[in-house]
């Protein structure tokens, strides 16, 4: 941690655990202030976290999915600032369920959880971010359309092609915004999500993801790139 707390504030959507909880760890490393969201009433990680922050964590409750919890989040939130906001939230189906197979309500559940909702919350609570900030969504590897050569994980990769899409229109429409704007694609990581066969550990990817993150504070426009800052082709 450095020796100056930098006075930093970050909203985090979804860090119960996994990737999202990874990230509040890694942020208070580096002396910010977390906001971190769960939904449901059950202690996580990160109440954990928070119990052993000195107070640096603050933990908001949301279902990205239910459009009234979003609005009632944005309203115990508003008067703060964030220099960052950003949405790790998501879901996967059976990755071996081709589009041929899925069901309708499956479908539309991963959908709306990875692409609908996500923009949900941006659109909800952008104006909370400073004009020096980060708006960020956790997108993956998976959402590129230009390196799906081999299909598989045929719905996940839908959705997030889909959000990697709705984000780049939101950006289009605030082209002259002084925002820095990203879709992070993490790499493949051992998860309840990316399973025991993943090709990264939460330490190989999470703390470079950060850095990344930090690093492009200042610069405006939308950059899709991944744990180590290289660009993917969409
Ligand atoms: N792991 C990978 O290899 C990998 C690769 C590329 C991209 N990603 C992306 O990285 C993000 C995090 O993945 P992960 O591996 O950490 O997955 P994970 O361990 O399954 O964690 C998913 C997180 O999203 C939250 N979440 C899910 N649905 C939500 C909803 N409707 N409202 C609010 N929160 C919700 C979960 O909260 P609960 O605890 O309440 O369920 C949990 O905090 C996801 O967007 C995923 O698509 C992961």
Redesign the pocket.
């Known amino acids: 941690m450095p020796t100056t707390p930098p006075n930093k504030n970050i909203l985090l959507?979804?860090?119960?655990?996994?990737?999202?909880?990874?990230m509040a760890a890694e942020y208070l490393r580096h002396g910010w202030n977390v906001v971190g969201?769960?939904?449901?009433g059950?202690r996580?990680l990160?109440h954990d976290l928070a119990d052993r922050s000195g107070k640096r964590v603050e933990i908001e409750r949301?279902?990205?999915?239910?459009p009234d919890?979003i609005t009632a989040l944005r309203a115990r939130l508003s008067g703060k600032r964030f220099d960052v906001l950003f949405?790790?939230?998501?879901?996967?189906n059976d990755p071996r369920e081709t589009i041929a197979e899925v069901t309708t309500e499956e479908f539309v559940r991963v959908m709306v959880?990875?692409a609908l909702?996500?923009m949900r919350v941006i659109e909800a609570l952008h104006d909370l971010v400073s004009p020096a900030g980060t708006i960020g969504?956790?997108?993956?590897?998976?959402?590129s359309v230009s390196n799906n050569t081999t299909g598989m994980r045929e719905v996940?990769r839908g959705?997030?092609a889909a959000l990697n899409t709705l984000m780049r229109s939101f950006a289009a429409r605030h082209s002259e915004d002084s925002r820095a704007m990203v879709l992070?694609?993490?790499?493949?990581?051992?998860?309840?999500?990316?399973?025991p066969d993943?090709?990264?550990s939460?330490e190989e990817?999470i703390p470079n993801l950060v850095k990344v993150l930090l690093s492009v504070q200042g610069t405006p426009g939308l950059q899709y790139l991944d744990y180590l800052g290289r660009t993917v082709p969409w």
């Open positions: 959507i979804g860090a119960s655990r996994g990737l999202g909880h990874a969201t769960v939904r449901g059950n996580t990160l949301v279902d990205i999915c239910e919890q949405v790790n939230a998501g879901v996967t959880t990875n909702s996500p969504v956790m997108s993956s590897g998976q959402g996940y959705s997030k992070m694609a993490p790499g493949w990581v051992r998860t309840d999500m990316g399973g993943g090709r990264l939460i990817s």
